[in-house]
């Protein structure tokens, strides 16, 4: 069997780094600052950039390498760079590929903590931006500027699943010359893989999916190499670097990616199917549901629907948070992708700082419930929020 062959549970556990003299099976940790060099000309040679080896953990680790050879095998990229967080990932990006008078599109229905990224920080470097609506694509090109370097955009959106047409994005920004970034945290590489429909970047909170267990934070850039390279520019100057030790913990749980992911899926859609047909429930969200506005398009960019469900709970407000008292197994946390399922309520937690407007904007409704459907099984799940609906 040819590397080029391998499936992708083959590829996400047999990619390694080489075994050091000790033909370990498993890839040690690395847990170094620094490496020596034998003499001062390999170190000038190195520092010039004449040879490529490892010299800082700022800049290069056995163990990041490893995450990185793996993301890209499986994302289908040709270079890589991980970072300490998903926002870490997010902020490097834009700080890397925009420079002062540039301009930024992105898709309205995105994380809260990067709409703060655009809306409130990038304007201190006098960067412009604006939204993007989903189902306003025939609008989109009313705001395109001269000066448009990026668009960014996730799918499915966090928090309201929104799917966005790839190959549509794709052909608009070769269209108008624009870099096309894609947010793949809901998804994985597992079910979807933004680079073959065109994307140039992908970014990933691997605190999420990749890791799976809610043990450790990072994230991941992969895409064209030109680009990649700018970002490890500008990265190991600015210090964003994923620990070694966390990288060691995310090429191992990339091992089980796809086992979680398979399961994640399958209890999500239960569960999707179970809210659909309950008296208080008022909408359901989830790609894989035929009631999803995007279906199609999620059929034909992702190999399932992913472990995210949001609903709109039948009493508003206050109905949410009798329901979010009410649930006893499930979490209540500021993360998702876990073993755990875990709910929130969006409003009040990861868009709180979002107006009021900018939620209605985004469909953030003040009824919207998330929840991160985990791998326990899936009656002891409908039991729990069964509980928590008899309480509302």
């Not at 003499?39 to 080896?53: G, I, N, V």
């Not at 890397?96 to 304007?123: E, Q």
């Not at 359901?284 to 034909?300: D, G």
């Not at 979490?331 to 399922?341: E, I, K, P, Q, V």
Request: glycine residues 6%; contains cysteine; proline residues 4%.
């Amino acid at each position: 069997m040819t590397k080029k062959s391998r499936h992708f549970e083959t590829e996400a556990i047999r990619t390694q780094i080489n075994t050091t003299e000790e033909k370990e099976h498993s890839t040690p940790m690395y847990l170094t600052s620094s490496f020596v060099f034998d003499d001062a000309e390999e170190m000038r040679a190195t520092f010039a950039d004449e040879l490529e080896r490892n010299t800082y953990s700022r800049f290069t680790n056995p163990n990041t390498t490893e995450l990185i050879d793996k993301m890209c095998a499986l994302e289908g990229a040709e270079a890589g760079f991980a970072t300490s967080t998903g926002m870490s990932a997010v902020f490097t990006t834009f700080a890397t590929l925009l420079s002062a008078g540039d301009h930024m599109l992105s898709v309205r229905s995105i994380f809260g903590s990067s709409h703060t990224v655009i809306s409130k920080f990038l304007p201190k470097f006098k960067v412009e931006s604006d939204y993007l609506d989903i189902g306003q694509e025939d609008q989109w090109q009313n705001l395109v500027k001269e000066n448009t370097k990026v668009l960014y955009l996730e799918t499915p959106t966090n928090p309201g699943i929104e799917l966005v047409d790839m190959e549509f994005v794709n052909d608009f920004c070769k269209k108008n010359d624009i870099i096309f970034v894609v947010d793949n945290c809901f998804a994985t590489p597992y079910l979807q893989r933004p680079i073959d429909f065109g994307a140039d970047l992908v970014i990933h909170s691997a605190t999420k999916y990749i890791d799976g267990q809610g043990r450790v934070m990072g994230g991941i850039i992969v895409g064209r190499q030109d680009l990649v390279k700018e970002i490890f520019t500008f990265s190991r100057s600015t210090g964003p670097t994923l620990s070694p030790f966390n990288a060691w913990v995310l090429s191992k749980s990339l091992e089980t990616l796809a086992v979680r992911m398979d399961r994640h899926c399958d209890n999500a859609l239960a569960l999707a199917q179970y809210l659909e047909s309950h008296p208080q429930v008022e909408w359901v969200r989830y790609p894989f549901l035929p009631s999803h506005p995007q279906h199609e398009i999620a059929k034909k960019q992702m190999k399932a629907g992913g472990g995210m469900v949001c609903f709109g709970l039948k009493g508003g407000l206050e109905a949410g948070k009798t329901f979010l008292k009410s649930v006893e197994m499930c979490s209540l946390t500021a993360n998702l992708g876990d073993t755990r399922t875990i709910v929130t309520h969006p409003p009040s937690t990861t868009h709180a700082k979002l107006t009021d407007e900018e939620r209605a904007a985004t469909g953030i409704t003040p009824n919207m419930i998330r929840v991160s459907v985990g791998l326990e099984h899936i009656e002891d799940i409908k039991a729990d929020l069964d509980l928590a609906f008899s309480k509302v």
